[in-house]
């Protein structure tokens, strides 16, 4: 074993004590998929010992072998000493039931327009049935595409980013849910290399940190491509293109949702002729905000 305290640990139990004690010491930062030492310390030894991440209790007094115990030191050792997250020791991020592949090149999924798609969405686009195309620029690992593909089953989507290697684990995931006739995948600065074409959703999770929050975000956040969260002064940046060009690329009765985090006063402030409609979802009650066409170009 790589230091003498491991050999004292034997079962899952003593494991998982010593890892929420450990992560408290080291005082880690959460927000990657939990939001605790407990529920982190679970997922990753559950993940190292290849066991299902839904039955924790089954297996607390099950006695590990000497190379599981490697494994789960190993693991461990990188989440603590090197504070790389937990998705990118594992790699695999969720949004609700769906998994997708992650890893260094691409931001941790954990946007909350997730939470709306569809049902948070319908009194504003109707049925599901009627979104016909959709666009999901800064696509990254290509979750929300794929999430906008199994929500609106009769909508071509076009996913978009800057990033050739956001766009190669973007595909890997495509691929694995077999959508690849149905998300097409795009390199593009935004609407930049698009054909036009009328959307009837376009949705963004871009970069939004402000520039003195990049300065001091948590070391977690630092393994994650700075390009896909730093927004400028204001976290506005790419926000006041997708706002400008988007009417251009939207059906008459189209509809653009981006989400800003924190940033609502931000957002505000930067467009302040916007009728925004803001949307809640757990945790974000504020971190939405939801535009018809028509309402953008009067907004002008």
């Given amino acids: 074993m790589s ?9 899952l139990r003593d494991w998982l004590r010593w890892a929420v004690s450990r992560f408290a010491e080291a005082r880690l930062t959460f927000g990657h998929g939990t939001t605790n030492a407990y529920d982190e310390a ?19 007094d099950a006695r590990l072998t000497n190379a599981e115990r490697q ?3 190993d693991m461990l050792a990188r989440r ?4 790389v997250p937990a998705a990118y020791l594992t790699h695999e991020a969720w949004l609700g039931e769906f998994r997708f592949y992650v890893d260094e090149r691409v931001i941790i999924p954990r946007s909350h327009i997730s939470e ?11 049925d599901a049935a009627n979104v016909r195309e959709a666009l999901d620029l800064c696509t990254g690992s290509g979750c929300l595409a794929i999430l906008l593909a ?14 050739a290697d956001a766009l190669a684990v973007a595909q890997r995931n495509v691929s694995e849910y077999g959508l690849a006739d149905r998300v097409n995948l795009v390199r593009s600065d935004l609407f930049a290399n698009l054909p036009d074409k009328n959307y009837d959703l376009i949705i963004s999770n871009p970069p939004y940190v402000l520039a003195t929050a990049m300065a001091s975000l948590p070391h977690e956040y630092r393994h994650e491509p700075a390009i896909s969260l730093a927004g400028g002064d204001d976290g506005m940046d790419l926000v006041r293109t997708i706002v ?10 189209g509809v653009l949702v981006v989400e800003v985090g924190h ?7 930067a467009f302040p002729r916007l009728p925004f409609t803001w949307l809640a979802a757990p945790g974000a009650e504020e971190g939405m905000f939801l535009l018809r066409r028509e309402e953008l170009v009067a907004g002008r």
């Avoid at 603590?80 to 504070?83: A, D, G, L, P, V």
Wanted: proline share 10%; glycine share 2%; with cysteine.
């Fill in 3 to 11: 230091s003498s305290p491991h050999n004292e640990l034997v079962t």
């Fill in 42 to 60: 679970c997922y990753l030894l559950l993940h190292a010992l290849h066991l299902p991440l839904d039955q924790l209790e089954p297996f607390l």
């Fill in 71 to 73: 494994a789960v030191a």
């Fill in 80 to 83: 603590i000493e090197q504070r």
């Fill in 116 to 126: 709306v798609l569809p049902d948070g969405l319908e009194p504003f686009l109707g």
């Fill in 150 to 163: 199994h929500a609106y089953p009769n909508a071509d989507v076009d996913a978009v980013d800057i990033s």
């Fill in 244 to 253: 400008r060009e988007a009417p251009r690329f939207l059906a008459p009765n």
């Fill in 263 to 269: 940033n609502r006063m931000q957002a505000e402030a």
